[in-house]
């Protein structure tokens, strides 16, 4: 069993930054394709970036290649996802997954892990 928790996140104004951490605890991730999904008040969950087991591939979502990074240390157990140039339209909770094998997908009910959420605030 894998457990989760994100931190990071809080309230920023338009064009600021942040840095969210994903730390897994149970056992190692590093053998799991991780990403970072997003939900906005009366909206579907949607797909942020994901990172492959090993780090050496990464996707991002269009609404947000450019501005944000994922990125890994399997050493932590911890995935991260650097925003900058953050939009009011950023405003969601995000949440960190983890899926059994090394390859990444965009679909949300391809993963078998997730985190509780941290609440990112995107000031005008």
């Known amino acids: 069993q894998v457990q989760l928790a994100e931190s990071g996140g809080g309230l920023v104004q338009a064009g600021g930054s942040l840095r969210l951490s994903c730390t897994a605890s149970g056992r190692t991730v590093s053998s799991y394709a991780m990403a970072w999904f997003r939900q906005a008040p009366g909206k579907e969950r949607e797909f942020v970036a994901a990172?492959?087991?090993?780090?050496?591939?990464?996707n991002y979502a269009d609404s947000v290649k450019g501005r944000f990074t994922i990125s890994r240390d399997n050493a932590k157990n911890a995935v991260y996802l650097q925003m900058n140039s953050l939009k009011p339209d950023d405003t969601a909770a995000y949440y960190c997954a983890a899926k059994g094998g090394s390859i990444y997908n965009r679909r949300s009910d391809l993963y078998d892990y997730w985190g509780q959420g941290t609440q990112v605030t995107v000031s005008s």
């Open positions: 990172i492959s087991a090993r780090g050496s591939s990464t």
